[in-house]
Nanobody
Framework: VQLVASGGGLVQAGGSLRLSCAAS????????MRWYRQAPGKQRELVAG???????NYADSVKGRFTISRDNAKNTVSLQMNTLKPEDTAVYYC???????????????WGQGTQVTVSS
């Protein structure tokens, strides 16, 4: 299962960006979909996650500013990021786990990462 992320870029502090990630391949079911980020010199951290039923969770640092959503029919997940801060600067990765269609084997896939840079 392949994930392709898009939507990163350069934005001024206080601005907004929307990230999208599309899953493709032989998919029986996608369980959770998540966004992680990794800033230079720091460990990768979970930003937000959403279950197949729409239950969401967020890192404390982004609560009230970021919104994760998904379209189960299209196998996509999005991250709406508002009121961006310079400390949100990082490479953002999407992640999904579930069951492959042809083999009924579990998968845990990552997208290629998309750069988000917030200038002060």
């Amino acid at each position: 299962v392949q994930l392709v992320a898009s939507g990163g870029g350069l934005v001024q502090a206080g601005g907004s960006l929307r990230l999208s990630c599309a899953a493709s391949g032989s998919i029986f079911r996608i369980n959770a979909m998540r966004w992680y980020r990794q800033a230079p010199g720091k460990q990768r951290e979970l930003v937000a996650g959403i279950t197949s039923g729409g239950v969401t969770n967020y890192a404390d640092s982004v609560k009230g500013r970021f919104t994760i959503s998904r379209d189960n029919a299209k196998n996509t997940v999005s991250l709406q990021m508002n009121t961006l801060k310079p400390e949100d600067t990082a490479v953002y990765y999407c992640n999904a786990d579930g069951i492959k269609g042809a083999t009924m084997v579990l998968f845990d896939s990552w997208g290629q990462g998309t750069q988000v840079t917030v200038s002060s």
